[in-house]
């Protein structure tokens, strides 16, 4: 991969990106650990990642943090994961106000313990105001189950007679997901070198760019993110039109559609220099 080509797209960021955090087990017991300091170190990864995505004028940061299938592991590693989480939510309030990011979570949150609960909401409505980034977490998430509360959702409100079955649109299926009001993410990253996007967003990545990294989550620090924003930098996205049509657009001689001008965003200055630097290294 060359500098020059490195560079040339330098321009653009994802508007939105979203992470499969994986292989926090595998790296805490490769040192000989219990799980859940693998989870407690890759906390600090989130930090990074989080503190990076500010600086890069990223909109929204979706970090899949545990999903349904999750439940079904042992009771004292889900007890940990409970209480780590509680302490994130209490460690990183001050932080989120300080860099004006808003706090979101979606999922089957009737699930978490109260004590998660209660953190979790008094964050969300502590940062509700602010716009610099809005960080989701996808926690007790699953993308069949939300599939599937959609379909619900529509389905009463066809037997109520709010909505007519025939002029059911994309649109009116993704406003009743838990994502509702989040743009689909321009880039999903997986951690951890496994191929495979473990139930996770399955109906809003239809155009993501998919980038797979081997470094086990708690090894993801800030030179690997900025690597894999270059990768997906190099992406031409299309969303089903061909490259004449791209290039006509390109030339002003097309229409770009409010999809397609969703899914790009614009790197701030100081973003530019933070790649531009790591591509030198």
């Given at each position: 991969?060359?500098?020059?080509v ?14 499969i ?10 040192r ?26 990223i ?15 042992s009771?004292?590693e ?26 979101r ?45 959609a ?65 086990l989550?708690?090894d ?62």
């Open positions: 991969m060359s500098d020059a490195q560079m040339e797209h330098l321009s653009s960021v994802p508007r939105h990106v979203a992470i955090m994986d292989g926090n087990g595998r790296w805490a017991q490769s000989g650990l219990k799980r859940i300091e693998g989870h407690k170190a890759g906390a600090k990864s989130v930090r990074a990642v989080v503190e990076e995505s500010r600086r890069l004028g909109e929204y940061l979706t970090l899949f943090s545990f999903s349904t299938e999750n439940w079904q592991r009771k004292d889900v007890d940990s994961l409970m209480q780590l989480f509680k302490q994130y939510l209490d460690s990183e309030l001050s932080d989120l106000l300080k860099n004006d990011i808003r706090l979570a979606v999922g089957d949150l009737g699930r978490l313990p109260s004590y998660v609960r209660v953190a979790l909401e008094r964050n969300i409505e502590s940062t509700k105001s602010n716009k610099a980034l809005e960080l989701v977490l996808a926690i007790s998430y699953g993308a069949r189950e939300e599939i599937l509360a379909a619900k959702s529509i389905a009463t409100k066809v037997k109520d007679g709010k909505l007519d079955v025939r002029h059911i649109t994309v649109d009116d299926f993704s406003s009743s997901l838990w994502t509702s009001g989040i743009p689909d993410p321009d880039l999903l990253i997986r951690t951890s070198g496994e191929m495979r996007v473990s139930n996770f967003l399955l109906w809003q990545i239809a155009y993501s760019e998919i980038v797979v990294t081997e470094e989550w708690p993801f620090d800030k030179g690997v993110f900025l690597e894999c924003i270059a990768r997906f930098q190099q992406r031409e996205r299309r969303f089903g039109l061909t490259k004449e049509q791209i290039e006509l657009q390109k030339n002003g001689g097309g229409s770009t559609s409010s999809k397609e001008a969703d899914q790009i965003g614009v790197l701030s200055a100081e973003g530019k220099a933070q790649i531009g630097l790591h591509l030198k290294e």
